[in-house]
């Protein structure tokens, strides 16, 4: 027997189970907010990522050349699809444009706990609206679907930023330094350096800092500024337009993120910067509370520029995008991740020659909206017992040639053991959910 | 702007809707029947496919190498997979095991109506089971979840047969024939003639049998025989085990079939073969009735030396597997697909400065499970109207300042264009789904 391939995971009815009740409660919420399904290819073009330089996704690539000699590649994110379909029908489309969708991306990483080859997620975005509503409701789409899961803010924390903060910070910077060394001030070194605050010590974010341009003084001053997380402290900093804009437009966001019950997740965070170049407006991460899931579950925010650097009209985007893997760790966590159990309502029982008053029950019964299974391999008593047990049949119900002969089926619940007769011209009759409470 | 990737499909939300609403059914159907979800990669290793020679199917991989130097290649069909899972919990894992998916496959096909390069199947299947009961089932599932979708006995037919015989008649021809001239018939040849016989000619049908080895008096008899499509006429044919066996053995699934609920949708049909060499058993396929869309619209059967070809355990199997392209063509011949078209319970449209009660609105609204708009684009009061037409809200909600100066608030029902004004304490109160019918 051949083996799986490393990073390519197989899901079991079990664990499927958990993981498509965790996706329901996501699209579920998705559709609620007027969010529409879309569906799209697992193969794009590779020359969509190859074409631009410096991104490391294109080190990961599952790419290859098809049968009619294309350079595809199997689709690492979602973003240059979406920009496809943008585009492809932008006329047509009614403003703004609110899609959802759940599948599987692939990308070449060295796996580790919560990071997979191929990983689900359910991406939810905004195109159209440039108003600090649309970032508002992103963040109360990801509020609205963590806490339907049974999270609460006890367990996940929104930590929320303004790539122009630092972006502006930086500017500023560098037109405060004389000369030539201006030109050495490199912002997006430099938010990568804060990207990276958390994960080194402070000397070595310091030596980051100064590898972007800063000078010492500059370096300590703005991590201190940074570290405080505090927007009016940001103000009382700088006047530079850029960052007070930027400073005005979180604060909008956080205020309508009030109003549609999400402000109560978010904690502004000013070293939330997001590794990805692309965003640029607000970003935000959402956190275990408590730390004990140590990476970031899922992040989102604001990306103006995207659609159009794939060749699409200017259209303002805002969006989020869980993955399963690391959600199920903070659902774990928490102790909401749902049962690995199966769920059966019925298990009906042939004994002997049966069949056809079995089926006809069956039949009512999953007409009725249940999970019923009855025997299809010709096993015993004892062995369609044993397998009614083992799929967590909640009721049984037996159909015995001796009972028949008396017009009578038994019922038996699984859970006390307890069983009765009923008469098999009522059963199940007209009753949502019959059990032996229906038959005492 | 870059292109898609031909056979690659994008669906828009519209379609998908209705794509979604089909697989649905299908899903929730399977589900009823306890069948239970599984979750498989998107890619396994090509030499699965490779090491077996004269397999079609290898000249349609989309197989590669990956950055480890892995020998890959995207699923083209789940079997391997499945048999892979069965193999490594063979022991934890009750029989029968019952489990389905819907997901894609990749093929490098020519494209034409109805046929994609990615394309998407809900593959059900019985592992474990050699008994009529389950062939049955698989027949009852598919039957279920073509009639939940709308679709009738006018609408479809299961064409079913039985492998062996047409596999057993072909092997008495070669124990008649005397000598040398046995080894020449090619029974698999004979079948693959048999399953070409609606496309060809009766004279080209005839010399392909004679090509398979048959006399031409053979064929001759063979044709008609076959052509009448009655299990008594090949009874009184022949009594070779084989057949007597494969006739019997398809009588018990059609019987376990008519206790089951799908009997009447089944017409024996016995140049039903299905092209593919692994079936073992009972075999069918399911075709428009009147013939329009002249494709098959999908097949199953048994396939029980599949598993251990792949390396597992001789496992018994039975299993079914619709594809969305063909039975879309069905759908919409029938008039049953799905309207596609948006849907929306609620729009809540703000004029003036009204977020905070808009946004308690729209939060009750959803949390009573409603699919609910509102403005996150700063609109104005023209250009919310027309959204709101074009998501087809049935009812908007207009929040305006000076309603709100009157403790009030204006319900309009889009379909009759009638309005009235609903306190906004009140509104939406208790009620489940509130409508003008409730203020007026």
Redesign the interface.
Known sequence: ??????G??????EE??A??ETIDTLEGTA????F??????????A??WTDKSGDDIVE?L?A?????G?H?T?VPELT??V???V???QQAL???I??FSTR?F?R?EQVQQGRQR?FYQTNVD?F??S?P??D??ILAWAA?ALTSLGLTGEHFDFRISHRDILGGLFEEYAAETAGDAADDIDVEAGIRAVDKSEKVDRAEYLRLLENAGLTGDQAEEFASLIERNDLDAVLAHTDAERVTEAVSNLQNVLA?AE???AREYCTVSLDTARGLDYYTGVVFECFDSTGEVSRSIFGGGRYDDLIES???QPTPAVGVAPGYATLSLLCQRAGVWPDEE?A?EYYVLQVGDT??TA??IT?EL?AA?????S????RSFGAQM??AD??NAETVVIVGEQDLANDEVTIKDMGSGDQVTAPVDDFPGERERPSIDDFE
């Open positions: 027997m051949y083996d799986r391939i490393k390519f995971r197989d899901f079991y009815p499927m189970g993981r498509r559709r609620r907010y007027g529409r399904e879309i569906g799209t290819p697992a193969l794009e073009r020359e969509i990961e599952y290859f050349e098809d049968q009619g294309r595809v199997m240059p699809t920009a496809r379909l585009v492809a029908k009614s403003k703004p609110k899609w599987p692939w070449y191929e905004i159209g609206s108003e509503e649309a508002a409701e609205d309508a109003d549609f019950g794939y060749g699409g199966l059966t069949r056809p089926s006809r039949r999953r909206g249940h999970v019923v299974e025997d299809v391999a010709g044993n397998y083992s799929i």
